[in-house]
């Protein structure tokens, strides 16, 4: 039998750690809140979380899994967002504190892996992960592989540009992908169209009549009882998320992709436009086989196993 | 050492086939005009000039370059976009013509794996070659390895959407990059421009008086002599391509963009508007290691040595 | 009582002459078919339709109405799109052959000038004529007269751009109106969804499986009878006119935007989707009083008898 | 003689006051600071300023120039931007103030007819005033009248959508004109790709190396030293300028175009690229005359002067 394996997924808010064994199943998982943007009160977290793990199964390799661009060798993080990690050898700082062997990983990545290895594209070599939270994440199993880039940092789909002179993106450029089919793109974007659509209404009152307190939630709730305005949001995410695989799809030609986020809880609500719209926009189609698109079934936990098995290599 | 290997490339005009040594030296080279567009005609001419490149060489293998859909397992041509070759097993038809082990790959794919295997890609693993001819041809190589996708139709890079609702695509779909930044999208630019931009009045000239008589290599020639409208088209043109390239390194992160087909000879007066647009739209530069947009080295006889060499294994 | 005026609408298959009261009402209506694109073939046959209304009534004054830039003066066709006119003085020629005061009116004036004097804009002052056809014709009344431009070739709605490096247009740019908005952009827009959306199955029997034969008609009969795919197309191509309106709305302020051409008999199908693009696109909603969007009222007599009329003046 | 006229051009920073004789000629100005968001003390200080000129001048009629929507009867402001006015009936409240009849003007107007009556547009009847600063600030003449449009919030340009699902514009609509083409725009586009442009350097000094430091007429002064950084990014505002023109000239066709703004102090740095932008992108371009692309000749008086002038009628 193999030996455990340890994977944390650090995310904005919290880090989420647990233990694996060789069929991808938890054996314990541990959460805390994330210290905010402190680089080294986070990896202390890191640190605590793994110890805490140690102390009670018989772990052999750490995986972690975050955001930013992480080098080839998969130990140093090259630039966060949200963390103010500049070309800083992570898995050096944590092997000292923890005595085990670390592997840095992108979350984007690492969730891919997960969905590949135990999840919803268990079953081919090829496989899009397409993660629709705050951003886009995006991970990319190519022939049985995790492809990373030539230098660490492939994968970010989000920041495709599908709009020339487009809504100016985080990372300054303009028009990329996940300002039109990520989580905040719906929650900006019903929060704009709301004061001026009379269909809007339940949403505004969900939302104790302050627009700017909609959430995504709120939209995917009203839309499973068939709120007519919440509905239409969401399949004008799908259709942009639809139209953006199929140009990756051009691309990539990967046999499943697969939907992860908060947002895929909407099943069909989202997965029906986004079918649509990738079935309108794919180029060739009719002439080449056809790629499912799935909904991940890892949830929130896909991180924390595909950065776990990951760290296992 | 390897025996010698022959390779074919399948063009719209003319077949290109030749015999290359393990150094991707090519020792002798046959041409044929291409019989337009008939099917059995065409396998006839891929055929005979196998057998006069086989009764003067020891070869082994052979590997055949189309454009089209090629199946995974190398064999079967899926759909030809101007050949009526449909779920054609073309690797079948020609063993028994020409009783030698035959492999089918796209041209995008074999010119990339030429230009990786010993041209301006050899010195690292991944590689993103970009065609600019009629269309954009593209073909991945990521780890060292040629990336077909799961289906063998992936490295469709022209069909990638760079405008919502653009230019009609002779796919059927709207925007395409190949749209913008193909050979086919500068000569339309320019004819379209040149009848109301009196800088254009040198290059009407050259085409005889007759606007729709202008051609890529006239572009280009006057562009070398210092006129300032074929320089601006190559520049607009140059632009698109890095602003898409840009788009494709965000998802592939590859060392090295090799850029290849006709207009490529225009040399820095398009690698420079392509450098410029790529640094102008790629997202995190500054954080993330840097590519290098080369020119591609083999010129137009990249397919026939990359579909030669990939026939081997 | 005023005289009776004479009116002619020079379409591009049809001439149509009429002979209107002081109250618009069309007394007696003459159709003859157009001689195609002959420029003196077409002089005769307005002169001998305008003759052959004369031979029966008092005409005092003759307005023709034709596709093309007329000049501000309303006597010269500088151009036209379908007929080999340049520089034509065509009041001249035709006050010749008929011995009667002649005003010429570019089309879209004369239909905008007819729905405001007698139809669905006459309560108005300021009113925007979009006529849904083949193109995009526009016709402006602002302050209760028609507007011509300093040059008499304003109005060219058709020719906005809406989309920077969009679909080629007739006229030789990229991304105008009338290729998103027109009954044209309707029919080639199912045309090619059609083949790869099984929901058109009706729609493509109905044009006996001929994609190709699909016609405008046809995709507003099936709506009518709840067909699915033709009712989201009419929306798509409703949405595209409300948000043309919108900005059509931001530089002009009209009171009334009134929808003819006959893909307006679609009626609610076309209209209701054009509200909801207007209202959601247009600038400052909510904090300015805001327009109808009306049907047309005369059909495709507008053009004539607003020409009639304008003869008048 | 004509008695003199007072005008008021109420800016965010600024309020000027001035008398003007009829032939445009400014007798005296007056300047004050404005008091902020405030609409009693804005009201005060507009009281303050004509009174002061009344107690010098024989003034007979006031206009008052104030950005925001303004009502047909010239007495209203519906809806100001930058300050609290909701349905304030401005023209009342002044003309107990300072007893003489008020009219309301919005401020885009104003500074059109001082254009058109005693500046750039002096010779023609039909014009459209393009002020490019803060946003896009529209005027337009036409047959020799204001054109306010029906309810008189016409002439809202800034507003035209240019680009589908682009740049989000205060308004809450995506895309429009003013975040492409005006003042803002330009500052905001070099802000973003100085950082990533080594020919940045000398403007990124000239702004004490902070970036966000860097303003408007920094770059036009650097522009006209040569500065290749900010020539380009002037003849990029100025393609955008020019080629939103031809839009509206496809609609308007007017006479002549008149830039003002600060920007248009950059003269051919921005009024060449305009005239290539509008010239590349213009419908039917050699069929018909041709309108010119003026700088405006009042400065930032023209809103004064117009204000003042349209207070006479």
């Known amino acids: 039998m193999t030996a455990l394996a340890c994977g944390v997924d650090v995310g904005g808010t919290k880090i989420l750690g647990g ?30 979380v793994v110890l805490e793990l140690k102390s009670r199964h018989e772990i052999a390799t750490v995986g972690v ?3 930013g661009y992480v080098d080839k060798a998969r130990r140093t993080v090259m630039f966060a967002p949200n963390i103010a990690w500049r070309d800083v050898d992570l898995a050096d700082r944590l092997e000292k504190k923890i ?6 990983e992108n979350d984007g990545n690492a969730a891919a892996w997960g969905e590949f290895a135990f999840g919803a594209g268990a079953d081919v070599d090829d496989m899009l992960m397409v993660t629709v939270g705050t951003g886009i994440g995006g991970g990319l199993v190519l022939d ?3 492809y990373r880039g030539a230098f660490g940092v492939g994968g970010e789909i989000g920041h495709m540009r599908v709009v020339p002179g487009g809504i100016v993106c985080g990372c300054g450029k303009l028009g990329c992908f996940e300002k039109y089919a990520s989580g905040s793109a719906l929650v900006q974007q019903v929060r704009t169209a709301a004061p001026g659509d009379p269909r809007a209404a339940a949403l505004i009152e969900r939302a104790g009549g302050v627009v700017d307190a909609i959430t995504g939630p ?4 009203l839309a499973r009882s068939g709120d007519a305005f919440c509905v239409d949001a969401l399949a004008t995410l799908g259709t942009w998320l639809g139209e953006g695989i199929a140009s990756l799809t051009a691309v990539l030609d990967p046999a499943v992709v697969t939907i992860g986020g908060g947002v895929a ?9 986004t079918r649509a719209g990738f079935q309108a926009q794919l180029t060739g189609r009719g ?10 079934s890892l949830g929130n936990r896909a991180g924390l196993v595909g950065a776990a098995d990951l760290g296992r290599h």
Not at 99 to 104: G, M, R, W
Not at 218 to 221: F, I, P
Not at 287 to 296: G, N, S, T, V, Y
């Open 218 to 221: 709120m939209v995917t709730d």
């Open 19 to 48: 233990v694996i064994d060789d069929h991808g199943t938890i054996v314990e998982e541990v959460r805390v809140t994330s210290p905010a943007t402190d680089p080294d009160a986070i990896q202390d977290a890191i640190a605590s």
């Open 99 to 104: 005595s085990l062997p670390v592997v840095i």
């Open 287 to 296: 002439f080449r086989p056809e790629l499912e698109i799935r909904k991940a």
């Open 265 to 273: 809880d909407a099943e069909a609500l989202l997965l029906d436009p």
């Open 65 to 67: 899994g975050a955001a």
């Open 144 to 146: 049985g592989e995790l």
